[in-house]
């Protein structure tokens, strides 16, 4: 299997504009996962997904945020409009089942920088 | 926040062992611990997992407390390769992964 395959790996954008990043799980994996890394905040979940449906959206910081499962093997995160402070390394990760002794894989993460 | 305490940088000599403490002082009966690393550019990766039994795989060792409060990841054979952020979590019912801001391990070649 590839991975976790993420897109675009570099994103470069103007204050105001909308953003799309977008993410392919592991075939089989019934989990997905956004996460956000910055300096100040380290590794944040922003929302999980399993069987295409949200179940737990606490950590989206903002009503600009938006994610989006319409298959087993696509989801999207939005954000608009963006704003400088988005800018973060955005990390997509799927895991076959939930559990205390599961794994997540991680992608390579889409890195967002908003001028 | 995460739950987990740990170290905020260490160093170790390429080819010579590196243990890696983290301290788990509010971790419940059933909470499993979880060890990921992130290398530089890269996502997080999966290390190793126990609960209460010391676990090896071909990665690396765990090692729990009696207690449970602490735990160590053992690197038996520190390279190059191994220099990245780690990371140990406390796996609750939420079954969700709260990093905090891990070890940096530094290997000296």
């Known amino acids: 299997d590839a991975g976790v395959i993420q897109s675009p790996r570099h994103e470069v954008t103007e204050m105001g504009q909308e953003v799309t990043l977008r993410c392919k799980p592991i075939?089989?994996?019934?989990?997905l996962f956004w996460y956000r890394q910055t300096m100040m905040r380290g590794l944040e979940l922003l929302i999980y997904?399993?069987?295409?449906?949200?179940?737990?959206d606490s950590g989206m910081p903002e009503d600009r945020f938006s994610a989006k499962m319409p298959n087993a093997s696509f989801s999207t995160l939005k954000i608009q409009p963006s704003e400088p402070r988005d800018s973060a390394v955005y990390f997509c990760?799927?895991?076959?089942?939930?559990?205390?002794?599961?794994?997540?894989?991680f992608g390579p993460g889409t890195r967002l920088l908003v001028l | 926040d995460a739950k987990t305490t740990q170290p905020n940088s260490m160093e170790s000599n390429e080819e010579e062992p590196v243990h890696l403490p983290c301290n788990h002082s509010?971790?419940?009966?059933?909470?499993?611990i979880h060890w990921y690393r992130q290398l530089p550019s890269q996502g997080p990766e999966y290390v190793i997992h126990?609960?209460?039994s010391n676990v090896n795989n071909r990665m690396a060792s765990l090692a729990i407390a009696e207690d449970r409060k602490s735990s160590t990841l053992i690197l038996h054979r520190a390279t190059l390769r191994d220099a990245a952020v780690y990371y140990c979590?406390?796996?609750?019912?939420?079954?969700?992964?709260?990093f905090g801001s891990g070890t940096r391990l530094l290997v000296r070649p």
């Open positions: 509010t971790i419940s009966g059933t909470d499993y």
């Open positions: 990760a799927s895991s076959p089942d939930r559990g205390l002794r599961e794994t997540q894989y």
């Open positions: 997904f399993n069987n295409n449906v949200p179940i737990d």
């Open positions: 126990g609960l209460t």
């Open positions: 075939s089989g994996h019934d989990y």
């Open positions: 979590i406390d796996m609750d019912s939420s079954y969700k992964l709260i």
